[in-house]
């Protein structure tokens, strides 16, 4: 009888944590731009490419759906960043802005968007910049928005792969990061690197070159990547070999940003 009442005891305890684990991330939004990238796909028409409701290798449905489980809200932002736009996002997604190869009629990150997006991440919003490299990212807008925090995406292409040698765009020498908390190897494919100044500092770097950068801005936070690196193609092993990690980095990734949301 004991035993029993030992194993239900446990059992709740469980279920409790798991709870708690959920609820502190709770009325969370997450808003995943979807202005300065803005790609629709040639054959069906519809919009795609680092989307939500993309469920192909190009989206980041899985991604979404790694953060709903953590009790998060999604939410896509189809307009330019202002205040009304970012009002009660928690952690807002930018994503390899559009070149004109890839929209003839971009969105670039401007001035005035700069100044909102500024004033929101000072106010305490939580920021993660996804670049890309050199042939597959708008840089010029996206580094005047970097430069507020001492980043830039250098116009280069890192870790190029050829055909299905995967270990070309391996990375094993992770530091002792949150994000790479039980990570033994992960897959970055095609980035660019970035250049840092002011508080900014690197997390992950190979051979001096940074991928990715972190920095606090006023009561928010900024995390940026060389590349877009978690959607749907390369956050599992839908294509990947076994030992490579990355679901197991974009649940340390949900975790990390999330617990900076005010």
Sequence with gaps: MMKQNLSRLKSVILLIISIVSINAFAQKTVGLDNWYNHETNPKTGKIFHY?????????FSQLGD?????????KTISGKAEAQSLAGIGLYIIVDPDTTSENPKPNYIMPKDI???????????VLLVLANDKPNCEFTHLNQLAKEFGMHFNPVTLNPVTGKEYN??????????????GVNKIYMKEVSSIALSKSAKAVLTDDKQVYIA???YGKGFVLAVGDPWLYNEYIDHAMLPADFENLKAANNLADYLLGKVK
């Design 51 to 59: 989307t939500w409701d993309d469920t192909q290798n190009s989206g």
């Design 115 to 125: 100044k909102a997006i500024s004033k929101w991440v000072k106010d305490g919003g």
């Design 168 to 181: 070309m765009a391996a990375e094993t020498n992770l530091p002792n990061h949150p994000l790479f908390k």
């Design 214 to 216: 972190e920095t606090p």
């Design 66 to 74: 790694l953060l709903k489980s953590k009790g998060a809200a999604l």
